[in-house]
């Protein structure tokens, strides 16, 4: 059986000059994976109606089985992905009327007028069958050429794993034939660097050649995905179980979540969680354990706070937080004593403390998470450079203080602060050793 391929097309100028991160290509190869295909290229191409005609041309000359776009097909004279697929087919545009109804309801129920270019969005390939956008205004398309199947989707992140979700996924499902489609595991790693991880996975599955790995890595945050293909589905599915088994010693409480997937109405097929792990291992492990969540910040400025409320559900638990960027405020939300911010600094293990203790009381919270730290790219020294983080976690009868010394810029300092933050109050919760160092003052 030939295995199937896929290119991945992202659109876009800003993509191009690296003024923004492309943040589907990844996305969109993970999602041609899970459906059997081998992704051999991934393509950066201005909003230029002609190179993106020319991409087209090259995958249909390439016998290519599966494109998937994102990006361009917005309202402005500069979104041609549309024009550029049709020229790459060889065929016209033509108006969905269905699809111009929705947005004209969605306008209209906003009390707003149908902008210019709004009809535009609703012009596709002929032959093509349109996506409706659940989350956005924008709609994408698919359309069959021969064997080759193609997609485009919108260019905003959120919007185009929504349609992948929803409609995307299902079609290339049905469609799917006699395409061998793997077992898939994802496999979520919190507190390693990217090379840290790959070298534990790798050494542990050096002998196991037909699986597949992938790495994702974000900011102390890596997930894993292991494919395995075989004779049968049966014997994918062991092969893939037999080598998660192995993963877990060797990852051992960085290991945060385990997801199966690949196999046929397998119900955790899916692209990516609903909600965010981290934040709902900390809401799980709270449970019979402390019933309500605060959180005070200084160098991560309400990221902490931001993550905990993006879960739905999460006032269930989470009352507040404060953000005490200036030691005054330290002072005065947090009750932190002005002799401790001036003999150790508002960057060290007390003042941590301190904040933590302190939002407890305050807030009237069971838990309390602090951060405080140097998140660049100026205010480093030799003592405290830039990168250093405090954490400290504090419940009834218990607060643990770990120092971080986080890499990258001022950022990725940032997130990797909130992300240590969050798996703190995990490993304090389930009596896990800390993931930092542990600090005594």
């Given at each position: 059986m030939s295995v199937a391929r896929a290119i991945v097309i992202c659109v876009g100028d800003e993509l191009v000059d690296g003024s923004q991160k492309d943040m589907n290509g990844p996305l969109l190869s993970r999602v041609a994976e899970e459906v059997g295909h081998?992704?051999?290229?991934?393509?950066?191409?201005?909003?230029?109606?002609?190179?993106?005609?020319?991409?087209?041309?090259?995958?249909?000359?390439?016998?290519?089985?599966?494109?998937?776009?994102?990006g361009g097909l917005g309202l402005t004279i500069d979104d041609l992905t549309r024009e550029g697929v049709a020229d790459g087919l060889g065929t016209e545009l033509e108006l969905d009327p269905e699809a111009l109804r929705r947005i004209s309801e969605r306008y209209s129920e906003r009390g707003r007028e149908l902008p210019?270019?709004?009809?535009?969005?609703?012009?596709?390939?002929?032959?093509?069958?349109t996506l409706p956008n659940p989350v956005g205004v924008a709609p994408g398309f698919l359309v069959h050429d021969g064997p080759l199947t193609l997609i485009a989707l919108p260019g905003v992140p959120r919007e185009s794993e929504a349609m992948l979700e929803r409609s995307v996924l299902p079609a290339l499902r049905a469609a799917g034939g006699d395409v061998e489609e793997p077992a898939i595991a994802r496999m979520l790693v919190v507190?390693?660097?990217?090379?840290?991880?790959?070298?534990?996975?790798?050494?542990?599955?050096?002998?196991?050649?037909?699986?597949?790995?992938?790495?994702?890595?974000?900011?102390?945050?890596?997930e894993v995905v292991l494919c395995q293909s075989g004779p049968s589905e049966e014997l994918a599915r062991g092969d893939l179980s037999a080598a998660v088994e192995q993963l877990k010693g060797p990852l051992g409480a960085h290991l945060l979540e385990i997801r199966l997937a690949g196999c046929a109405g397998d119900p955790m097929r899916e692209v990516a969680s609903e909600s965010d792990p981290l934040v709902r291992a900390v809401r799980d492990a709270m449970r019979n354990r402390c019933n309500t969540l605060a959180v005070a910040e200084s160098c991560t400025g309400g990221l902490l706070a931001a993550r905990i409320t993006k879960l739905a559900g999460s006032s269930s638990f989470f009352v507040g937080g404060v953000v005490a960027y200036a030691n005054h405020e330290k002072e005065a939300l947090l009750g932190v004593h002005e002799t401790l911010l001036r003999s150790c600094g508002a960057v060290s293990a007390s003042v941590a403390r301190a904040m933590a203790e302190g939002c407890r009381d305050t807030m009237g919270a069971d838990l309390a998470i602090s951060t405080t730290g140097i998140a660049g790219p100026a205010g480093g020294t030799i003592d405290k450079p830039v990168g250093l983080v405090y954490v400290a976690v504090s419940q009834e009868g218990e607060t643990r203080v770990s120092r971080h010394l986080f890499p990258g810029e001022r950022e990725s300092v940032r997130r990797w602060a909130v992300s240590s933050a969050l798996d703190e109050a995990r490993r304090l919760l389930l009596g896990l050793p800390l993931l930092g160092a542990a600090v005594d003052e």
């Open positions: 081998e992704v051999v290229g991934r393509l950066l191409i201005t909003d230029n109606r002609h190179e993106i005609a020319r991409a087209i041309s090259r995958a249909r000359t390439d016998r290519i089985d599966l494109l998937l776009i994102s210019p270019g709004a009809r535009r969005q609703c012009m596709r390939p002929e032959g093509a069958q507190g390693l660097r990217e090379s840290e991880v790959h070298t534990r996975v790798n050494h542990c599955l050096k002998d196991a050649r037909d699986i597949k790995l992938g790495f994702f890595a974000g900011s102390g945050e890596v």
